[in-house]
């Protein structure tokens, strides 16, 4: 019987044959191509990175270096803190500059309490001083646990809050967030410190949803009733001052945060303990 397909000749076979070399000659070349092009973007894609972490080492590591004099917050005192005669009102001081080399290299005596610490008079407010981080856990929890009755003791003129906001947690943040937080408070208490304790209340009341941009500080000190601080975050203005602060509550041996002392006397657990040391000093005074 005769085939309907009669077989290819010598000389198509031969063209089939190189056809299918050339295809392959060519998808091969197609695949060198395709992959010598991903291997240059990979190179170049892997050197913008590799300058994107520089560039960030490098601002870091400028940022980091922080002047150690500078100037201080309107009521901020010689003791780098910023005291709350009322929800709504700071104390007035003098202070326009500090810096760190009017600090002693250790403290005079090791055992009394810190500069400014002290049992306050007879006539006045229980004075109460705090060390606290703003991105300190147990600030925050101290915060919540009592920043209620503080405000009450504020408004009825029972007692004095003045808080010293150091930088302790900084190396733990890829963002110096403690000493951000601490200079935006700085901030808002230079220009508006009417805002300061609504301020302060919201950024420890932040605390569980991670560190802030400077960006997102200005927006939270805006919504407390701040004017725009962002030229003094972006300028690190009071910068110095939370150094300032920070190494002083290193030098007169404030171990951690939060230290809390009442009337000079130094709270054990500040988190638990605050609210019944503090109404017996306030009772004691009546």
């Known amino acids: 019987m005769t085939s309907s397909n009669p ?20 998808e091969r070349e197609r695949r060198e191509k395709r992959a010598s092009f991903l291997i240059k ?3 170049v894609a892997a050197i913008v ?3 994107v972490i520089i560039g960030l080492i490098v601002a870091g590591n400028l940022r980091s270096q922080v002047p150690d ?21 700071l104390a007035t001081t003098s202070l326009e500059t500090v810096d760190v080399a009017s600090l002693p290299d250790e ?16 006539d006045q407010p229980v004075q109460v001083v705090a060390y606290v981080d703003v991105n300190c856990v147990h600030c925050a929890n101290f915060e919540q646990t009592h920043a209620e009755q503080i405000q009450t003791w504020l408004d009825e003129g029972a007692i004095t809050f ?5 930088a302790y947690l900084d190396p733990n943040s890829q963002t110096e967030y403690s000493s951000r937080g601490a200079a935006a408070l700085a901030c808002v ?23 802030l941009s400077d960006g997102e500080l200005a927006e939270m000190a805006a919504t407390a009733g701040a004017g725009d601080i962002s030229a003094c975050l972006e300028e690190d203005t009071f910068r110095p001052w939370v150094k300032f602060g920070t190494q002083a509550a290193e030098t007169y041996g404030v171990s951690g945060t939060p230290t809390v002392f009442v009337d000079g006397e130094e709270v054990p ?13 306030i009772e004691a005074k009546n």
């Open 41 to 43: 973007w990979g190179v």
């Open 269 to 281: 657990d500040a988190v638990s303990d605050f609210a019944t040391v503090t109404q017996e000093q």
């Open 7 to 26: 077989r290819p000749s010598k000389a198509q076979r031969k063209s089939e044959s190189r056809e299918q070399a050339r295809r392959v000659v060519e």
């Open 69 to 89: 004099a500078g100037p201080a917050p309107a009521h901020g005192n010689e003791y780098g803190g910023i005291t709350l005669t009322s929800t709504t009102e």
């Open 162 to 166: 003045e808080y010293r906001n150091v």
């Open 107 to 122: 403290a005079p005596n090791a055992a009394d309490p810190p500069p400014g610490v002290e049992a306050s008079a007879t």
């Open 189 to 211: 208490a230079d220009t508006s410190p009417r805002a300061y304790w609504d301020f302060s209340a919201a950024l420890f009341g932040n605390f569980e949803n991670g560190e």
């Open 49 to 51: 990175a590799i300058l």
